[in-house]
Each structure stands twice: as structure tokens, then as C-alpha cells.
């Protein structure tokens, strides 16, 4: 069995060109997402936008969403603190 994620970098407030901005625009593409059988949405911290414009739609209960935190990619973030302060910001979203 194969699991299709979608990359929840195209949901932003503020998007690049093809993303999915408003909170319309997002719920239409989340409807596409649950009519084809995809569940699970994979955002990130370094995606602007991505997790709060996630967190504002009703049917978000229906997904599985996960987060990243920056890691390596930004400096001094690798660190266990910064790591769980980074999840609870995630969660407030």
C-alpha cells in the first residue's frame, strides 16, 4: 500500500505563484484532497503562512497534519528547547 502526503507548502497566506492563498482557496483544495482519498498534509515552520492558514479551516480535523521544525536549516534552532518551543507554537496554530 502507498500513502500519498501532500506538501502543505503551497498553503500560505501570502503565497508564491500556484499556491493556494485565502481561506477559500485552501478549503477547495482540501475538499480535493479528502474526495481523492489523501488524509495526511506535511507543512513546515519554514513554510510562511502554512500552519496557521492549516489551522483556520474546520475540516483540518480530518487530516493528519504534520510539521517540521527548522532544525539545521536555521541557526541555533537543533537544540531541545527551541525544539519544544517550536512544537508549542505549531500546536497553538
Known sequence: MV???FGGGSFMDKGALGSFNGKEKVAEAMDVLLA?????IDTAR???????ALGKQDKR?????????????????????VIVEHAKEALQK
Open 61 to 81: 480535523t480530518q487530516f493528519t497534519i504534520d510539521t517540521k521544525v527548522p532544525g539545521g536549516f536555521a541557526p541555533d534552532t537543533a537544540r531541545k528547547d
Open 3 to 5: 500513502k500519498i502526503v
Open 36 to 40: 481523492s482519498g489523501v488524509t495526511t
Open 46 to 52: 519554514i513554510y510562511p503562512g502554512s500552519e496557521e
